[in-house]
C-alpha cells in the first residue's frame, strides 16, 4: 500500500478528479485503511463545496448599480 | 570581435541541394526563397539535416509529426504542407496527417507521443511557461534527456521554418492538405502534469532542465572557435553538450548567418537578435546581445534602450525600420505583412540584406526556443531595466501583453461575450454597460481576492471598468473576455497596493513552503456540516476565512472555487504556470479547511 506521503503527493489531482484510474484506485485502497487521510479527504471535499457554494462576496445590486451608472456617465461626457 | 569565418569552423565542404534532395525528395520552395543568399540556404540545411532528416534520439517520423503539428497550430499552411507531405512520403495515412493537422489528439497515437506533442505545442506557442516538470513528463513517458533535447530543437526548427515562411511567402511545393478550422482547442493543458502518476512535485523549479555533462574544446572543436569568437562558452551551448551533433549544425548555422559582415554589419544582426529576444520576452538572449552590442562599441544605454523599446533609441530611421521588420516576425507574427519588406527597400536596403535580416530574425527565433524548452541560465546579468518592463509587460494591460494569443487561439470562437465586444470596438458606447453589468462580480471577487479588503475593491470598481474600456481597442479577442478582464482588474489592484506600499508579494514563489504545508486537524466532520448554518451564516464564515488567507492563496482561490474558472483558465488570468496554480490551490484549500473545522466537526454547533 502507498504511504500517507504518496497519498498526499497525489491529492490535490485527486481532489480536481485529474488521477489516473490506476493512480486512483491506489488512492482509495488508502483511504479505506487510513483514517488520518480519509478524515482530511472528506473534510476538504466537504470545504470545496461550500466555498464552492457560498457565493462569498457577492455585490448587492444596490452597489454595482450606481457603481456602472457613474462609469457610463463619465464614459458620455468624455464622448461628448 | 573576430568573425568565425577566419578561423573557418563553419566552412567545410558541403552540398545543400544534395542534403535537401535526399531529405525532402525534393528541394522546397523554402529554400528557393533563399536563393539570394547561398549561405543561408546552407545552414538551413544543415540544420535540416541533423535535426530533422537524421533518426537521432526521436525517428524522424516522430520528428515530422512536431513539425507538422506546429506548422498547423501556427496556421501556416506552407510549412503544413511540406511536413503533410514527407509524413505520407513516410508512409502515414492521410487520415492521421489530417488528425495532426487539426488536433493531434485524434490522431490515434500513443500516450508517449501525445505527452511528447503537447510539450513541444506549449514549448511553441508560450515557450516561457515551461518548467522542469514539463520535461518531468516526459521522462515520466521514457524520454531521455537527450530525447528531450532533441525535441526542444526540432520545435526550434519548426519555428524557425515558420518564420521563414512568414517573412518570405514561398509558393507552396505541393497542393496543400485541407487545414480544417479550429474550433476545438488542440491543447487543452490541463493534464500535462497532472496525467502523470508520482510525477515531481517540484513546482518550478529553475533551470538547466537536463544534466550537461563537460565538453571540451579538445574533444568539440567546434567549441575552440566559440571561445575564441565569444570569449567563454555561453551556456546556451554548454546546455546541450549531451548531442554534440545538433550543437555542431547550430554553431554551422550561427556561423553562416551571423558571423559575415558583407551585408548587414554585426551591430545590425546583434541589435536584430537583441530587439526580436525582447519581443519574445527572453531574458536570456536579452543579456547576451546586450551584452555583445557593447562588445560591439555600443554604451551600455544604447542597449539597454534598445532592449526597452527599439523605437526610442537612437538608431538610424533606417536601422529602426530594420528592427521594426524584424520584430513583426517575433510572437506577433501573424500581422507580418509582405508590404513590410517592400518598405524597408525604399530605405536602401538590397534584396540580400532583407533575406538577410530575415534569416538573423529565423535563427533568434529558433536560440529563443531552445533556450526556453531547456531553462539556460543566463551567462550575464539580465539589464534591469529591461526585467522591470518585462515584469511591466506581464502585469500591464494585455493591450501590451505580445503573448496575449500565446496560450490558445482556439478560445476566440467560444467566447460568449465577443458579439458586445466586437460592438464597443465599433463605437457603441452603450453596450459597454451591458458588457460590465455581466462581469461585475467576478472584476469585484478578483479586486477583493487580490486587496483582501471590501470597501477598498469597491473603490477599486470605478478605475478597472474605466481601464477596460480605455483598453478594449487593444483587445484582440486571443483570450477570453473575462480572461482579460481579470488582468485589467489585477492591474488596478495592483496599482493600489503599490502605493500603500504594499509588502506581500502576488508572485513571490515560496514553492517550498507550499508544497510543505501539511494538515493538522484531523476531527472528523459532520455528514452535512453546512446544514447546521444559514445560507448567509455560511456565506460569512467563508468570506471571513478568504480574508485571513494570503493574497496569493485567496486569489487562486476565489477564481477557481467561487467563480468556478478551471485550473488553465487561472493560469491564464494570473499568468501563472498550471503547476503554481495547483500548488497554491491546494494551499488556500487546506487553509480554509483549518479555518472551518471548530465549525464543522461532530463536536461543534452552530457557532458561527
Not at chain 2, 480574508?547 to 491564464?572: C, G, I, N, Q, W
Request: net charge negative; with cysteine.
Amino acid at each position: 500500500m502507498i504511504t500517507c506521503e504518496e497519498f498526499f503527493a497525489e491529492f490535490a489531482d485527486y481532489l480536481e478528479n485529474q488521477v489516473s484510474p490506476e493512480v486512483r484506485q491506489e488512492l482509495e485502497l488508502h483511504l479505506a485503511q487510513c483514517r488520518a487521510c480519509h478524515v482530511l479527504y472528506d473534510s476538504s471535499r466537504k470545504t470545496i463545496k461550500i466555498v464552492s457554494e457560498s457565493d462569498s462576496f457577492e455585490l448587492p445590486q444596490k452597489v454595482f448599480d450606481p457603481i456602472i451608472d457613474r462609469v457610463m456617465s463619465k464614459l458620455r461626457t468624455e464622448r461628448s | 570581435m573576430p568573425g568565425m569565418s577566419e578561423v573557418g569552423g563553419w566552412q567545410q565542404e558541403f552540398d545543400p541541394f544534395t542534403v535537401l534532395r535526399e531529405g525532402f525528395g525534393f528541394v522546397p520552395n523554402l529554400l528557393h526563397a533563399q536563393a539570394a543568399l547561398p549561405r543561408a540556404i546552407a545552414a538551413h540545411a544543415k540544420l535540416e539535416e541533423a535535426l530533422c532528416f537524421r533518426d537521432g534520439a526521436l525517428p524522424r517520423i516522430c520528428k515530422e509529426r512536431i513539425l507538422l503539428s506546429i506548422a498547423a497550430d501556427r496556421q501556416d499552411s506552407y510549412c503544413t504542407a511540406l511536413t503533410s507531405a514527407a509524413l505520407a512520403s513516410l508512409g502515414v495515412p492521410q487520415a492521421q496527417i489530417e488528425s495532426l493537422a487539426s488536433n493531434y489528439r485524434d490522431a490515434g497515437l500513443p500516450d508517449s507521443d501525445l505527452a511528447l506533442l503537447k510539450f513541444c505545442l506549449k514549448l511553441s506557442r508560450n515557450g516561457s511557461s515551461i518548467c522542469f516538470e514539463d520535461t518531468e513528463v516526459l521522462r515520466a513517458h521514457g524520454f531521455g534527456n537527450e530525447a528531450i533535447i532533441e525535441a526542444v530543437v526540432v520545435t526550434a526548427l519548426a519555428v524557425y521554418r515558420c518564420t521563414l515562411s512568414v517573412a518570405l511567402a514561398p509558393e507552396a511545393d505541393c497542393k496543400p492538405p485541407l487545414l480544417r478550422p479550429k474550433n476545438v482547442s488542440a491543447v487543452p493543458e490541463s493534464t500535462l502534469t497532472a496525467s502523470v502518476p508520482k510525477a515531481h512535485q517540484k513546482a518550478e523549479r529553475s533551470g538547466p532542465f537536463v544534466p550537461a555533462p563537460y565538453l571540451s574544446s579538445n574533444e568539440f572543436e567546434e567549441f575552440a572557435i566559440v571561445q575564441k569568437s565569444h570569449g567563454f562558452i555561453p551556456n546556451f551551448f554548454r546546455a546541450q553538450t549531451l548531442r554534440p551533433d545538433l550543437l555542431q549544425a547550430e554553431l554551422y548555422a550561427v556561423g553562416s548567418i551571423l558571423m559575415p559582415e558583407d551585408l548587414l554589419t554585426r551591430a545590425q544582426k546583434e541589435s536584430i537578435l537583441l530587439a526580436v529576444s525582447a519581443a519574445n520576452l527572453n531574458s536570456y538572449c536579452v543579456a547576451v546581445h546586450c551584452n555583445m552590442l557593447r562588445g560591439l562599441g555600443l554604451s551600455a544605454e544604447e542597449a539597454d534602450q534598445i532592449a526597452v523599446d527599439h523605437r526610442l533609441s537612437n538608431l538610424s530611421s533606417a536601422d529602426m525600420a530594420l528592427l521594426d521588420f524584424a520584430v513583426k516576425l517575433g510572437p506577433r507574427f501573424l500581422e507580418f505583412s509582405r508590404e513590410d519588406a517592400a518598405q524597408l527597400q525604399t530605405l536602401g536596403f538590397t534584396q540580400q540584406q532583407i533575406l538577410e535580416g530575415v534569416a538573423v530574425t529565423a535563427l533568434n527565433n529558433f536560440a529563443n526556443t531552445i533556450q526556453m524548452g531547456l531553462g539556460v541560465e543566463p551567462d550575464f546579468e539580465v539589464p534591469p531595466v529591461f526585467e522591470h518592463r518585462k515584469m511591466k509587460l506581464l502585469d500591464a494591460t494585455p493591450t501590451l501583453m505580445p503573448r496575449e494569443g500565446a496560450v490558445s487561439l482556439a478560445e476566440t470562437i467560444q467566447d460568449a461575450d465577443a458579439e458586445l465586444v466586437a460592438e464597443v470596438k465599433g463605437g457603441n458606447l452603450e453596450v459597454f454597460e451591458e458588457l460590465a453589468r455581466r462581469h461585475t462580480q467576478l472584476i469585484y471577487r478578483a479586486l477583493i481576492a487580490i486587496l483582501g479588503d471590501v470597501a477598498e475593491a469597491q473603490d477599486a470598481m470605478q478605475d478597472t471598468l474605466l481601464s477596460a474600456f480605455k483598453h478594449i481597442g487593444g483587445f484582440e479577442g486571443r483570450s477570453k473576455f473575462s480572461t482579460w478582464l481579470v488582468s485589467i482588474a489585477r492591474n488596478a489592484a495592483l496599482q493600489r497596493l503599490r502605493a500603500r506600499r504594499f509588502t506581500e508579494s502576488l508572485d513571490s514563489d515560496d514553492a517550498d513552503e507550499d508544497r510543505n504545508f501539511r494538515p493538522r486537524q484531523i476531527a472528523a466532520w459532520q455528514e452535512n456540516p453546512e446544514q447546521c448554518y444559514s445560507r448567509s451564516e455560511i456565506q460569512r464564515l467563508v468570506e471571513r476565512g478568504l480574508l485571513e488567507l494570503p493574497a496569493k492563496y485567496r486569489t487562486v482561490v476565489m477564481l477557481r472555487d467561487v467563480e468556478h474558472f478551471s485550473t488553465e483558465d487561472v493560469a491564464r488570468q494570473l499568468r501563472l504556470s498550471v503547476p503554481a496554480v495547483k500548488t497554491r490551490l491546494l494551499r488556500g484549500r487546506l487553509m480554509l479547511r483549518e479555518w472551518l473545522v471548530p465549525y464543522m466537526t461532530r463536536s461543534s454547533k452552530g457557532v458561527a
